[in-house]
Structures are given as structure tokens and as C-alpha cells.
């Protein structure tokens, strides 16, 4: 818990990770340091250690899809004591990005859609999955899950995304 | 900047915004801080000088339109030099929302859809509109835009948000 959150009136007590959130579940590859696969200053997983979003990324040996696990902490918080709805869609997006990318096609989002299914309290580590629904030429379909640590999936998303010349975007 | 962005290798330097992010519009009526409002911890707005997004939320007069300006600074990052798909996707979701309990509906996210249109560069200071589009019975549907400073529209969103007893879901 960093001094910042420590400053703040919280009314309850967040609790860390019971276990390392970047401890690898059985059939999980670790993936190379984020700040190697230029995610250092990601909105969503660039602050491993902080007081807001906590994300380690695998890849899962049976199928190669996207796994890993996320904790929301105590400012990640929309609804009183649960994590913000759009903490859950900006995980949800980078990992269906990261999967894409992680099977060969270099995407931009071109559109999400996220359905909330339960409420996540803050503290909780959450496993997540992100896999290839399918591939139309440039157009990479994608489908990602957030689920709870007694196995209730609490989100799903969609999203088409789309091979881009990333380092031009970059020059702009 | 934070000490933290400064010690990023970013490769390109982040432009503070050029105007107060919290100074109002022509026919904008300034909200309460965010603190009062419940959103000092919040994912999106609860880190209104840092280095990721720096959000303001206003009224507008004309039609009682939730509006305000977002920053993205450079810990809000995606795609290289642009911001991350997931911080708009946040951003739009807590405008949506705070729009819903603006016109007085007390309600959480249940489903979000989010059009990437154009790629927003760090460092732009973009403005957004959150409005009801109807309700039926206790669900709410909303829609939401982000827009470049030139007009260009960046993003536009839509969303079904549900009513519910938010104390209850604080409590559980």
C-alpha cells in the first residue's frame, strides 16, 4: 500500500494479494517483464506494484491463450468497495490486445463491448483469459473473461480490433 | 510530471495541457470536487494532478449534459505515444455513469460498447459529453463522446446501466 492510498479516508480496509499476483497457475508460461513488450507505462499494467491495478500476464501451455491474474486495489474503486466498472473494461482491453498481439497480429482496438456480470470487490484477484475468436483479413475478432476467485465469471468482452502499422502511429 | 513519468524512458515528452483541464467551457456550470461526490478513490478521476488522466466534470447548461475535459498523460499509454483504448473505455464508462446519477439514477455499469475512431496522441486534453438516451423502468441507457480539440471526434460510446441499492452493494 503506497502513502498515497494510506492518505486517503477509505472507510474500509482493501487487502493485499493473498498470494503473488504474478505467480504462475498450473500450465502457465510466464511472458517476458512488461516494460520489455512496451507496456512500462500502460495505462492498465504499468504499475505492478501499485495501489490501483495489479496484472501479471501468462501464457497458458494448452492452448496458448492469454491468461493471468488481476487485483483491483483500493484506487481502482467505482462503486463504493468494488472495483470500477471501467477498471474491468480497460483490463478487459488490454488483454484481448495482448492476446492478439501474442498470436501474431499487430492491433489497435477498433471496438469493445464489455458485459458486467457481477460486482468486484476491491482486494479481490481475478483470473482473466483473452483468446482469437477469429481473423477476417486485417480484422482480429476477440473474446475475453474476468472471473472471480470462487470460479463466477464477473465480466465478458468482445472486441474487433485491427493490424496497424504501429510505429507510424507512434511518429505521428 | 511526477517523479515516477520522469523516470520512465518515454522517448518523446508528454506536453502538460496547455489550459487548466478544470477550467469551465462557455455555458458550463462547474460540479462539486470529486471528493464530495465519491469519487476520491475512483480508477478514472481520483488522481486529478497525476500523470495518467486528469479528469473535470461539468454541467452544461444548455441541456444538463454531463461535459468536462480528460487529459491523458503519458502513464495512460496504449498503442506508443497515444493513449491506451482501456483509458478511454474507463474514462467514457464514468462519464456515462456519473451522467446516469447526474439526471438522478442511481445505477452500475451492466453493458458498455466503445467505438474507437481516431488514435488520441498523449499529452491532448480532449473534451467529452455523457447523456441519458432513455430509461425503462430501472434500466438507464446512456451514451457518451470524446472529442479531439480540433473536433474531430474520437470516440463515441453507448451503455446499459442498471439501478440498483448502491449502500447494499458498499456493504457486502
Known sequence: MTEKSEQIETGAVVPEPTAPVDAPGE???AL???SQIGLARSFVSGDPDGPRLRVAYFLRDTDHAMVGRAWFGPLAEGPP???HGGAIAALLDEVM???AWLAGHRVVAAKIEVDFKRPVALGAT???VGSVT???GRRVFMSGALTLPDGTVAATSSGLYVVVDIHKLGRR
Request: net charge positive; hydrophobic share 40%.
Open 126 to 128: 481475478a483470473t482473466f
Open 32 to 34: 517476458p517483464p512488461r
Open 134 to 136: 477469429r481473423v477476417e
Open 97 to 99: 490486445g495482448a492476446a
Open 81 to 83: 468497495r468494488h472495483a
Open 27 to 29: 500450465g502457465w508460461t
